[in-house]
């Protein structure tokens, strides 16, 4: 094949409308494309690359998840129909159509998007309460919730959904997190789980995702907010003294406005060594370097309750 034949990720994206950005998402967590790497490390794509991403653009603006688009197109092992009845009354009936885990999986990610698409937040928060109580916390949040939150995002990126629908499904998963929490009663003696944003973060799903595990497991939480002012958090850590400390850095928006972050942050668990000082979110794992003494980088929620089970 000439080299004319290959296009590189910007000629893709002007053939497809999609963003370089999300391309790459597509490739790295559904298997949506395999471009070619050259020796420099580029991507370089072929025509059959660029009608494929277009067919997943038409299966997505029909209905489909990306999930369920690539699995689709990958030989036809598109596993469930998407379901015509999408109400979570019928949701035991439609569910006991499928056999396996990855189409009850597809069913309840398609569910999910109808609601979303027509804005209903009672449906989404219906539909995730269901799959919570049957499931549990971990597949909910494996198998839909943050699959569901990444693409919620990419379609809004996509034009394929409009803001309001983006807005209103992101905030329904929030206050489905938030209630399920705020419903336990721990013991006033129980230890506190302390989460927050860092200054500058505004993305707190997986911090209320935290929480509910926390709860779960006996502690008391509380949540301090996004964004929140750069002395709030050691304000409330003196106030609260929280066992626990979780922080989330999803974006290096916040390192760019305070290069000396996680020197600061150190300093701070320095100051309260009763208290465990945790920081997750891709914005971490991209800048934290993890040398320091009392602050600790997480990679994931098993890992961080698996470290504060040993501690």
């Not at 159509?97 to 398609?110: C, G, R, V």
């Not at 979303?116 to 597949?139: A, C, H, M």
């Not at 909910?140 to 807005?167: A, K, Y």
Request: net charge negative.
């Amino acid at each position: 094949m000439e080299q004319r034949d290959w296009y590189g990720i910007r000629q893709v994206a002007q053939l497809t409308g999609l963003s370089t950005q999300l391309i790459r998402k597509w490739e790295e967590r559904y298997g949506a494309v395999a471009p070619r790497r050259m020796e420099n490390g580029y991507r370089v794509y072929n025509a059959k690359d660029v009608m494929r991403l277009k067919q997943l653009q038409k299966l997505i603006s029909e209905g489909f998840s990306i999930r369920n688009a690539v699995l689709y197109l990958d030989e036809n092992k598109f596993e469930a129909e998407i379901v015509t009845d999408r109400s979570p009354d019928n949701l035991q009936e439609n569910t006991s159509l499928y056999t396996t885990k990855q189409t009850q999986i597809s069913q309840f990610m398609d569910m999910l998007f109808a609601f979303g698409e027509r804005g209903d937040s009672s449906g989404i928060q219906d539909l995730l309460q269901k799959v919570y109580s049957q499931y549990g916390l971990e597949f909910l949040s494996e198998n839909l919730l943050i699959p569901f939150l990444h693409e919620v995002g990419e379609r809004w990126e996509m034009r394929v959904w409009d803001e309001f629908q983006e807005h209103i499904s992101s905030l329904a998963v929030r206050d489905f997190l938030i209630r399920q929490y705020s419903s336990f009663l721990a013991p006033q003696d129980a230890p506190l789980f302390l989460a927050a944003c860092i200054p500058g973060e505004r993305h707190e799903i997986m911090l209320h995702i935290a929480m509910l595990e926390a709860a779960i497991r006996g502690f008391k939480t509380a949540f301090l907010g996004i964004s929140p002012a750069p002395n709030a958090l050691e304000d409330a850590v003196e106030s609260l003294r929280p066992k626990i400390v979780v922080l989330a850095m999803t974006t290096s928006a916040p390192i760019d406005e305070n290069p000396m972050l996680f020197s600061d942050l150190e300093q701070l668990a320095s100051r309260y060594r009763q208290t465990h000082f945790y920081i997750g979110g891709r914005g971490a794992r991209m800048h934290f370097k993890g040398t320091g003494k009392w602050l600790r980088f997480s990679d994931s929620l098993d890992s961080l309750f698996r470290d504060i089970e040993h501690r």
